[in-house]
């Protein structure tokens, strides 16, 4: 591996198609990036089946192995430092991450959430667009921060929401678009074209 390779670590709870997606962009030299480490908290979770496929090496963090939230938060800002990654890519991760390593890693975390935020943050939006009745909802790239998706927007992509859509439909609706804008994402953070102006992310000149 090149010494100057920009390393991601993914973190993962749930089946990793979205990992699958950075995986298939980098096979396909889309995405010149390496995935170190993917780490998870869920011992089931197909996303460590779709990366020990790849050879990509594995590893499961057990919160019941830990007294409190705080403990685990620690072994997992150890684990990443110990891979020294460039950026941590959340795939369907399923806890929230504590201040230790949001501030650890500032700025260095991102995640991917299926709406337009700020519009639908947290579980289950694709539900809460149907109820709410919205003509479109979308996927958003955007850093992490200690809110719950609330942190500063990097991209996102529009989705059209029909009459006769339910919370499944619409669901694989962005679920693809979001394999498409996830791997671009990390691209341009990989690239250094963006620049941070406290919420406000943009393109850099050239």
């Known amino acids: 591996m090149p010494l100057n390779v920009f390393k991601l670590a993914v973190l993962v709870s749930g089946r990793g198609s979205n990992l699958q997606a950075i995986i298939d962009s980098i096979d396909q030299k889309e995405l010149h990036a390496h995935i170190s480490i993917v780490i998870s908290n869920k011992i089931d979770a197909m996303a460590l089946e779709r990366a020990k496929k790849h050879d990509i090496k594995t590893i499961f963090i057990d919160p019941a192995s830990y007294l ?20 941590i890519c959340l795939a369907g991760y399923m806890r929230i991450l504590g201040e230790e390593v949001i501030q650890t890693f500032k700025e260095k975390i991102i995640n991917i959430h299926p709406s337009l935020l700020p519009a639908f943050p947290g579980l289950n939006a694709q539900k809460q667009a149907i109820e709410y009745g919205v003509k479109f909802s979308g996927c958003t790239v955007h850093f992490v921060d200690s809110g719950v998706d ?14 006769d859509d339910d919370e499944k439909s619409l669901s694989e609706r962005i679920l693809n678009e979001e394999h498409n804008l996830y791997p671009k994402a990390i691209r341009m953070i990989k690239e250094k074209q963006l620049k941070i102006n406290n919420r406000t992310v943009t393109r850099k000149t050239l």
């Open 68 to 87: 409190d939230k705080n403990a685990y938060d620690k072994a997992l800002v150890e684990k990443l430092k110990f891979f020294s990654v460039d950026l």
């Open 150 to 163: 609330s942190g500063p927007i990097i991209s996102q992509t529009v989705v059209p929401i029909y009459d």
